[in-house]
């Protein structure tokens, strides 16, 4: 009773520093800090961990406050969980995504991992993917990949997807991994390995999404203070490029409305499916000129030839 006591009087002596970084008026201290309560008193290594090191439970509520997030369970966005010798603020996908629709960057999103057994297909960078799969099979095969599909403020659809290898190439390359491969440290990517390769997707697309600090908060912490290390390292731009898309970018910024922008994407694609540099390069251009037409109100009918 003695230690609830104690962790119950560093929580609630955080509203002071709570209130002053808040960013969503709808995340509430006294709300947030009876979450934060439950979770630690409900788990005992969680809570030796937090009253060995108060410090990191301040740092993790505070942050909940400075990102916008909350920490009810029922909504599975963000979490409290022992990792780095203190506590720390885990987000979810959900969570990332909940970010991004509250900001204003996307209207709906969701990410999926696909396994062997489902049929996934890709349709083009203005439309949802097909993937079908029998939501009851017991044995849908290995995971094989993941993706994440966004609806924009415009109500056009993008969508992101990764294979298994380009996952576990950025895992590979993590601090978080490798303390795992050399001191058999507990990372996320052991015990989350599912949730682990949503973000990864999330945060690979959100490069293309419209900008928001939140969002951006929220990565930039997971991947140092929270430890899960998905850098801009590891980002397709740091592999080779084997194919130069500079004509096509020209191509593409040559286009006067957006439904011609959209056509000489889908016309000129699929040349860069095996590079996946030049790829992300083509289509980053392609994602800032359509924006930009849109941005303009743009149309087919106001351009005269």
């Not at 808040?22 to 709300?31: N, P």
């Not at 969570?95 to 696909?114: D, K, P, T």
């Not at 006067?256 to 992300?280: I, R, S």
Request: proline share 3%; glycine share 6%; hydrophobic share 40%.
């Amino acid at each position: 009773m003695g230690q609830i006591a104690t962790i119950d009087q560093v929580i609630y002596g955080l509203q002071t520093n709570f209130e002053a970084v808040q960013v969503d008026k709808s995340v509430t201290f006294a709300r947030e800090a009876e979450f934060a309560l439950q979770i630690l008193s409900a788990n005992d290594y969680a809570k030796n961990i937090a009253l060995g090191n108060r410090q990191s439970v301040a740092d993790a509520i505070t942050n909940v406050a400075a990102i916008g997030i909350t920490l009810n369970p029922a909504e599975k966005k963000a979490y409290l969980v022992p990792r780095k010798g203190g506590i720390c603020l885990a987000i979810s996908h959900i969570g990332l995504l909940h970010l991004a629709i509250e900001s204003g960057s996307i209207r709906w999103g969701q990410a999926r991992l696909v396994y062997e057994k489902d049929h996934f297909e890709l349709q083009g960078l203005d439309q949802q993917p097909v993937h079908k799969f029998k939501p009851f099979d017991k044995d849908r095969g290995q995971v094989v990949g993941v993706y994440v599909s966004v609806k924009t403020a415009d109500g056009d659809y993008l969508t992101e997807a990764m294979s298994t290898d380009e996952v576990l190439a950025i895992r590979d390359r993590s601090d978080a991994w490798k303390a795992w491969i050399n001191k058999k440290k507990s990372c996320p990517w052991v015990t989350d390995e599912g949730e682990m390769f949503k973000k990864t997707v999330v945060h690979r697309a959100h490069k293309y999404w419209p900008k928001t600090e939140r969002l951006d908060k929220a990565l930039h912490y997971l991947n140092n203070e929270g430890g899960e290390g998905i850098t801009q390292s590891n980002a397709p731009e740091a592999q080779e490029r084997k194919l130069d898309p500079s004509a096509d970018i020209a191509g593409v910024y040559a286009t006067k409305t957006d439904a011609e922008a959209l056509a000489y994407w889908k016309a000129n694609q699929g040349k860069y499916a095996q590079d996946l540099v030049a790829h992300t390069e083509f289509k980053t251009a392609v994602v800032d000129h359509r924006m930009n037409l849109k941005a303009a109100n743009v149309t087919d009918v106001e351009v005269k030839e």
